[in-house]
């Protein structure tokens, strides 16, 4: 029961520096959650007090609700069930803090799955977009560009998405509201554009460069090749570039996201996650289903409408976020 301690302290002391309006952030955005997820959690321990077969059946239906996975709880339930022989522990109100334990080292698992980005100290960061439509693939890469413009970065925006209707000119109005630099042409090969896209960032002296891309997945070896076909010409003008492909998720649609990424993983090289509207669902487990079915790290997730509402991913905030009740 270590960690559920150890994890209330660090965020205890976040609370009184600089990151507590991150904390803010994970609250609020993960209130549908944590509404839905923990108040089942805690009439469970009300309505058993005893740990029995009927309990363990109904937290296993509680976690596949909150989309944590049906795989990843299953694997769960058994670490769950070994921890409550080797400590014999009988009481529910005493197994709450080992959930939240066991919860934390699904995602952690010993492994150093970094949410940094890989940004260069010479030369342009290329990031990579990729995503179905409707997922908020254009949004992120608003907020990401408002991010680092606000860290002192010059940021460029290339709109590749060349077949969905607007969906360029959508870009451009997002690279004027954030001041960004901006390259893309409508009913082209996408390709093409990125290549003229990163000389245009060259000589303006770009430090990242979000690139944005079609959103089909309907046919995995048309979309293999085009992204095999930009990834050649990215690393033509910035050599070992893209620096980071990062995987657009749309958290409300749950198991079908994991699909997605299982998907994508299967046809590039996906260096991380951006889980969005994470603040609109109350299944907020598809986090840990993410880390332990894919195993890939989720780099950033959306919390709410504002620009500063995509933030950082931080394992203990979201802990925190889903458990914040049982910590005060």
């Known amino acids: 029961m270590g960690l559920f301690n150890k994890l209330k302290n660090i965020v205890n002391k976040k ?4 990151n507590k ?14 509404d839905e997820f923990v108040s089942k959690l805690s009439l469970l321990g009300i309505k058993y007090t005893k740990i029995n077969d009927a309990y363990f059946d109904e937290l296993e239906d509680i976690l596949i609700s909150a989309d944590i996975g049906v795989n990843t709880v299953f694997k769960f339930m058994e670490r769950l069930k070994e921890r409550i022989k ?4 009988e009481n529910t109100k005493d197994l709450m803090e080992v959930i939240v334990d066991e919860l934390f080292i699904i995602y952690v698992n010993n492994e150093n799955l970094t949410t940094k980005v890989n940004i260069q100290e010479n030369g342009p960061t290329i990031i990579l977009m990729v995503g179905v439509n409707g997922v908020g693939k254009t949004t992120s890469i608003a907020k990401l ?3 680092y413009k606000n860290m002192g970065k010059k940021v460029m925006m290339i709109g590749a998405d060349t077949f969905r209707a607007g969906a360029v000119e959508q870009l451009k109005i997002w690279a004027e509201k954030t001041e960004s630099f901006f390259y893309g042409k409508d009913n082209t090969d996408p390709a093409g554009v990125i290549y003229d896209g990163l000389e245009m960032a060259k000589k303006n ?9 079609a959103g089909r997945l309907q046919n995995k070896v048309n979309l293999m090749k085009e992204l095999e076909k930009i990834n050649k010409v990215i690393d033509r003008i ?4 893209p620096h980071e492909t990062l995987l657009v998720i749309d958290a409300s649609t749950g198991q079908n996201g994991i699909l997605q990424a299982k998907a994508f993983k299967e046809i590039t090289n996906i260096t991380g996650i951006v889980l969005t509207k994470l603040d609109g669902t109350a299944k907020g487990g598809i ?10 790290p989720v780099k950033f997730v959306g ?5 500063t509402d995509l933030q950082t991913f931080d394992i203990e905030d979201y802990i925190y976020g889903l458990f914040k009740d049982m910590m005060e």
């Open 205 to 213: 002296n770009a430090d990242i460069v979000f690139i944005d891309t």
């Open 145 to 147: 560009a408002y991010k």
């Open 15 to 18: 609370k009184e520096e600089e």
């Open 86 to 89: 080797k400590e014999n522990i």
């Open 21 to 34: 309006e991150t904390i803010k952030v994970y609250d609020k955005g993960l209130e549908k959650t944590r």
């Open 238 to 241: 910035i050599p070992k570039a």
């Open 287 to 296: 986090v840990l289903a993410i880390k332990e079915e894919i195993g890939l």
């Open 303 to 307: 919390l709410g409408e504002k620009m």
